[in-house]
């Protein structure tokens, strides 16, 4: 999932930075807002995207729309899903709340001890060939590509990145 992927990378960053305290927390905390919109939002960008790489580069990302089924367990589960489905109006319009019920129905063979589940529109891509097409895609645009060389310094033309300083200069 690549929302779901982004939002473990960045709260891991934001406990290794000591920005969220690890302790006593069960699972993820309700992700900040600001993240959470951009996670929606960057969603909806994936299947335009994935488009135009193979049109530019003829590589297929394979980009798939689907869902994430996330079973609510406890109280802590519970809270969790419903901070994430009244976080804002974009997270409404692509997750909702089912039942112990709803959820036995979709999913016959699931354990019935559960509280229900957070049903959210997801989409999946090939990491691999995402990197391929990324890469072959900027090249194509002009962009130098270096390997395994530290960048030391991104420069930034307003909050665009143009540019990166590296340890070869």
Do not use: W
């Amino acid at each position: 999932s690549m929302g779901l992927g982004c939002g473990v990378i960045f709260f891991k960053a934001l406990v290794a930075e000591g920005k969220i305290d690890r302790e006593g927390l069960h699972g993820l905390d309700p992700l900040p807002q600001c993240f959470l919109d951009f996670s929606l939002q960057s969603n909806t960008l994936f299947k335009p995207l994935a488009q135009e790489l193979e049109q530019v580069t003829g590589i297929d990302i394979e980009y798939e729309e689907n869902s994430l089924l996330f079973v609510m367990l406890d109280e802590a589960d519970e809270l969790f899903a419903q901070t994430l489905t009244s976080a804002s109006e974009n997270a409404s319009k692509s997750m909702q709340l089912v039942s112990t019920g709803e959820l036995a129905a979709q999913e016959p063979a699931i354990n019935r001890d559960n509280r229900g589940a957070l049903m959210a529109d997801d989409n999946q891509l090939n990491p691999y060939k995402f990197a391929d097409a990324l890469r072959a895609g900027a090249g194509k645009l002009g962009a130098k590509i270096l390997t395994h060389i530290e960048v030391t310094e991104l420069i930034l033309q307003g909050e665009r990145v143009v540019g990166a300083e590296t340890s070869a200069g």
